[in-house]
C-alpha cells in the first residue's frame, strides 16, 4: 500500500521532482568549477574589482545609488554582502569566490519557478528543457537571474491579465510595477527592460480591441481596462522611485538633490551604450545570420501562438516576446561573444518554451526542432561539458566540501596582494582611491575605498564625471591614490586612454593631487597625495584649418605639446539608439610622420565635449604628478579622426566638429 502512495505521488509530483533534481545537479556542476578567487594582484581584473567592490562598500555603509553608482543597484549590493556575512575572511578581496557562485547560481532556482508556473510544460517536457540548457551550457557569468526574473515578471503580468476582477487586476498591476522597481535596484537594465516590455504590451492590448474581430479575439478586456493597469503600474514604478528617492535624501546629508539617483542611472544606461561598443563583432559571420534566422523565427512563431490560441493562454508569450527583443539591444553595445548571448538568452529560453504544446495537438512542429537544432549549431559553446564535470564529481574526482572549505576559509595574506614597498607607501587611515580601476588593492589590505562610481571607466557622461569630482572634492583632504599607469590608463579600454575616457577627472586629479614619491611602485602604479593648493590647468589656443578633409585638421604653425585638450562635437546620424557609434583613432603628425595615436568616444554624442590626449610615451606619463621633474613633449603640425567601423552594427559619424585645441605644457625636457 505504501508503495502504490509512493508511486502516486511521484507520478504527481513528477515535474516538481525533476526541477528539483535539475536544481541540485547544477548547484553541484557550478561549485565544482568556481573560481575560489585571485591569489595574486597580477591576476585581478576589472571584474573582479568591482565584485568584490559591492560588499566592501556595502560593509562601509556606501549604498549604490546614494553614495556611488553603478549598473548594480541597492538590492543586488545587499545581496553580495549577505553571501559574504560570516564568511572566515577579513575582507572582500576573499569573498571573491562566494560572491562569483552567487553571480552564477543565483538564478538557477529562478528557472526551475519558471518552469514550474507554465501549466503548458509537462515533466516530459521538463526533462527536454533543463537537458537543452545544459547542452547549451548556459552558465554564463551572471546571467540567468537577470534574464529568468525579467521573464518571470512578465510571466506574473500574463496571469494578472487573466483574472476576471478588475480589482485583482489592478492590484496585480500594482505588484507587477513593484517588480520592475525591485529590478531597477537589482540591475538598471533588468529594471527599465522588464517596464518597457510590460507598458509596451498594454498599449499594444489597449488598442486591439478596436480590431477584436479582425484579429480574431472576441475575448480581449476593453481598452480601458488596458489603459488602467497601465496607469497602475506606471504609477506605482514611479512612486516607488520617488519613496527611494526621498530614502536617500534623508539617509545622507551628501545626496545632492531629490532625482540624482534617477539622473545618474540614466546617465549610465545612456553613457554605456554611447562609449562601450567593442572594436568588433564577437561572433562569426554564419552563427550571425543562424542568429538572425532564429531570432526572426521566434518572433513568427510568439505572434502565430498568440494568434491562434485563446487570449488568456496567449497572454505568457505575447508579454514575454517584448522583453525578450528588448533585451538584444545589450549585445549591440557590448559585442562580445559572451554579451551577445547575454543579450539573446531570454528570447533563446522562449524559443525552447515555446515547443511545449501549447496548441494540444501532442506533436512537436518540424520547423521548431529545426530552429532548436540551428539554435545548437550558432551556439558558441554549446557541448556536453556539464555532464562531463558532473561525471567527475560523481567519480569521486572532485569535492565539494574541500571547494566549499576553500570558499569559506581564504585567507589571502597582503604580501600575495601587492609589494611590500607599496604596502609600506599606503596610509591605512586615509580613504583610497584607486584609478582608474583597482579596487581590489585597497580592498585587499582592508582599507577604507572611495569609489564615486565604481568603476572609473563607467563614469562615462560629463554629468557622471562631474558628480565623481564633487564627491572627491568633500573628501580630498583625507584621500590617497593609486593611480595606476598600466595598460587601462594609458592604453586604455578599447584603445581610449583613460584621460580620454573620463577628462574631467583626470584633470580633477592632475589639479589637486601630486606623487607621494618620485617612482612607480609594484607593477606600475604611482601614489598620490593632496597638493598643498590647487594648480591649474591652462593651454595655449592653437589656430588650425580644416582644409583636407572633414576628418584632417592642419595647425597653422607645428606646437610643441605635452597633452593636447580637444573641444569638439561628434555628430552621429538617428541610427545610432539601434547599433553602436564607433570609436575614432585620432592620430597626430609631425610633417606627415605619425607621432601617436588612440581611440576616442563621444562622451556626449551631438553635443560639446572636452577631452585630453596626450603626446607623452607611456612610460613618462606619470612625470605630470612628480614635481620638479621633466615632462616629456613632442611637436606636431596635424591631426586625423578616422571612425573604426569595421564591424556589424557600427554607426560612423556624420561629421566631427574641432572648435578648439590647446596645448597643455609643463615643464618641458631641455
Given at each position: 500500500m505504501m508503495i502504490v502512495k509512493l508511486k502516486q505521488y511521484t507520478t504527481s509530483h513528477l515535474k516538481t521532482i525533476i526541477i528539483l533534481i535539475w536544481i541540485t545537479l547544477t548547484f553541484i556542476q557550478t561549485i565544482s568549477i568556481t573560481n575560489t578567487g585571485p591569489t595574486l594582484g597580477v591576476d585581478t581584473g576589472l571584474d573582479d574589482s568591482w565584485i568584490m567592490s559591492l560588499p566592501q562598500t556595502f560593509q562601509q555603509g556606501y549604498i549604490s545609488g546614494r553614495d556611488f553608482q553603478f549598473t548594480y543597484g541597492p538590492l543586488w549590493q545587499f545581496l553580495c554582502w549577505l553571501v559574504a556575512f560570516g564568511n572566515n575572511s577579513k575582507t572582500s578581496f576573499d569573498d571573491y569566490g562566494l560572491i562569483l557562485l552567487f553571480f552564477h547560481i543565483g538564478g538557477v532556482p529562478f528557472i526551475g519557478l519558471l518552469?514550474?508556473?507554465?501549466?503548458?510544460?509537462?515533466?516530459?517536457?521538463?526533462?527536454?528543457?533543463?537537458?537543452?540548457?545544459?547542452?547549451?551550457?548556459?552558465?554564463?557569468?551572471?546571467?540567468?537571474?537577470?534574464?529568468?526574473?525579467?521573464?518571470?515578471?512578465?510571466?506574473?503580468?500574463?496571469?494578472?491579465?487573466?483574472?476576471?476582477?478588475?480589482?485583482?487586476?489592478?492590484?496585480?498591476?500594482?505588484?507587477?510595477?513593484?517588480?520592475?522597481?525591485?529590478?531597477?535596484?537589482?540591475?538598471?537594465?533588468?529594471?527599465?527592460?522588464?517596464?518597457?516590455?510590460?507598458?509596451?504590451?498594454?498599449?499594444?492590448?489597449?488598442?486591439?480591441?478596436?480590431?477584436?474581430?479582425?484579429?480574431?479575439?472576441?475575448?480581449?478586456?476593453?481598452?480601458?481596462?488596458?489603459?488602467?493597469?497601465?496607469?497602475?503600474?506606471?504609477?506605482?514604478?514611479?512612486?516607488?522611485?520617488?519613496?527611494?528617492?526621498?530614502i536617500f535624501l534623508l539617509t545622507s546629508?551628501?545626496?545632492?538633490?531629490?532625482?540624482?539617483?534617477?539622473?545618474?542611472?540614466?546617465?549610465?544606461?545612456?553613457?554605456?551604450?554611447?562609449?562601450?561598443?567593442?572594436?568588433?563583432?564577437?561572433?562569426?559571420?554564419?552563427?550571425?545570420?543562424?542568429?538572425?534566422?532564429?531570432?526572426?523565427?521566434?518572433?513568427?512563431?510568439?505572434i502565430y501562438l498568440r494568434w491562434k490560441l485563446p487570449t488568456k493562454e496567449s497572454?505568457?508569450?505575447?508579454?514575454?516576446?517584448?522583453?525578450?527583443?528588448v533585451s538584444i539591444r545589450g549585445g549591440t553595445v557590448r559585442s562580445e561573444a559572451g554579451h551577445i548571448i547575454i543579450s539573446l538568452l531570454p528570447l533563446i529560453i522562449l524559443l525552447a518554451l515555446l515547443g511545449a504544446d501549447w496548441l494540444k495537438k501532442g506533436q512537436l512542429s518540424l520547423h521548431w526542432c529545426t530552429a532548436v537544432l540551428l539554435l545548437l549549431i550558432a551556439f558558441p559553446g554549446s557541448n556536453f561539458q556539464a555532464f562531463n564535470q558532473l561525471m567527475t564529481w560523481a567519480e569521486g574526482k572532485s569535492s565539494l566540501s574541500t571547494k566549499l572549505t576553500t570558499l569559506t576559509t581564504r585567507q589571502t595574506p597582503p604580501s600575495k596582494i601587492v609589494t611590500a614597498e607599496m604596502i609600506a607607501a599606503l596610509d591605512p587611515d586615509k580613504t583610497t582611491l584607486s584609478f582608474p580601476s583597482d579596487n581590489y588593492i585597497p580592498i585587499g589590505l582592508n582599507q577604507k575605498i572611495i569609489a564615486p562610481v565604481l568603476q572609473t571607466y563607467a563614469a562615462f557622461t560629463p554629468t557622471l564625471q562631474e558628480a565623481y569630482v564633487d564627491q572627491l572634492e568633500r573628501h580630498k583632504s583625507?584621500?590617497?591614490?593609486?593611480?595606476?599607469?598600466?595598460?587601462?590608463?594609458?592604453?586604455?579600454?578599447?584603445?581610449?586612454?583613460?584621460?580620454?575616457?573620463?577628462?574631467?577627472?583626470?584633470?580633477?586629479?592632475?589639479?589637486?593631487?601630486?606623487?607621494?614619491?618620485?617612482?612607480?611602485?609594484?607593477?606600475?602604479?604611482?601614489?598620490?597625495?593632496?597638493?598643498?593648493?590647487?594648480v591649474s590647468l591652462e593651454g595655449e589656443s592653437l589656430v588650425f584649418e580644416n582644409k583636407v578633409s572633414s576628418k584632417e585638421f592642419k595647425l597653422a604653425k607645428p606646437a610643441t605639446c605635452s597633452i593636447v585638450r580637444l573641444q569638439l562635437k561628434i555628430n552621429y546620424p538617428i541610427t545610432i539608439n539601434f547599433g553602436r557609434p564607433t570609436h575614432l583613432k585620432l592620430s597626430f603628425f609631425d610633417s606627415g610622420k605619425l607621432l601617436t595615436q588612440a581611440n576616442i568616444v563621444p562622451l556626449e554624442p551631438g553635443k560639446e565635449f572636452s577631452t585630453y590626449f596626450s603626446l607623452m610615451d607611456a612610460d613618462q606619463f606619470q612625470n605630470?604628478?612628480?614635481?620638479?621633474?621633466?615632462?616629456?613633449?613632442?611637436?606636431?603640425?596635424?591631426l586625423t579622426f578616422e571612425p573604426i567601423a569595421n564591424a556589424f552594427l557600427d554607426v560612423s559619424p556624420s561629421s566631427v566638429v574641432v572648435n578648439k585645441l590647446e596645448c597643455m605644457e609643463f615643464n618641458l625636457r631641455p
Open positions: 518552469v514550474g508556473l507554465i501549466k503548458q510544460v509537462t515533466w516530459k517536457y521538463a526533462l527536454f528543457f533543463f537537458t537543452f540548457l545544459t547542452i547549451l551550457h548556459v552558465r554564463l557569468f551572471f546571467v540567468p537571474l537577470k534574464c529568468i526574473l525579467g521573464i518571470l515578471v512578465c510571466l506574473l503580468l500574463s496571469r494578472v491579465l487573466e483574472r476576471v476582477s478588475l480589482k485583482e487586476r489592478l492590484i496585480g498591476s500594482g505588484i507587477v510595477g513593484f517588480c520592475c522597481f525591485l529590478g531597477q535596484l537589482l540591475i538598471l537594465d533588468l529594471g527599465v527592460f522588464t517596464l518597457a516590455s510590460c507598458l509596451g504590451i498594454l498599449l499594444i492590448y489597449s488598442v486591439l480591441p478596436r480590431f477584436s474581430k479582425r484579429v480574431n479575439k472576441v475575448d480581449l478586456l476593453s481598452s480601458k481596462s488596458y489603459l488602467q493597469m497601465f496607469g497602475v503600474l506606471l504609477g506605482v514604478f514611479l512612486v516607488s522611485n520617488l519613496l527611494i528617492s526621498f546629508p551628501n545626496y545632492p538633490t531629490l532625482f540624482h539617483y534617477q539622473v545618474q542611472s540614466w546617465e549610465t544606461l545612456r553613457g554605456y551604450s554611447f562609449t562601450m561598443g567593442l572594436l568588433e563583432w564577437g561572433l562569426p559571420l554564419s552563427n550571425t545570420v543562424l542568429f538572425i534566422l532564429i531570432i526572426i523565427y521566434t518572433i513568427a512563431l510568439s497572454y505568457f508569450i505575447a508579454c514575454v516576446l517584448p522583453f525578450c527583443l583625507s584621500l590617497q591614490v593609486i593611480y595606476g599607469m598600466d595598460g587601462i590608463a594609458t592604453g586604455g579600454l578599447e584603445g581610449v586612454p583613460a584621460i580620454s575616457r573620463v577628462p574631467y577627472i583626470f584633470e580633477y586629479l592632475y589639479r589637486n593631487f601630486e606623487a607621494k614619491y618620485p617612482k612607480l611602485m609594484d607593477r606600475g602604479y604611482l601614489i598620490l597625495k593632496p597638493r598643498s593648493s590647487s605630470i604628478f612628480i614635481t620638479g621633474t621633466s615632462v616629456q613633449s613632442k611637436q606636431w603640425d596635424s
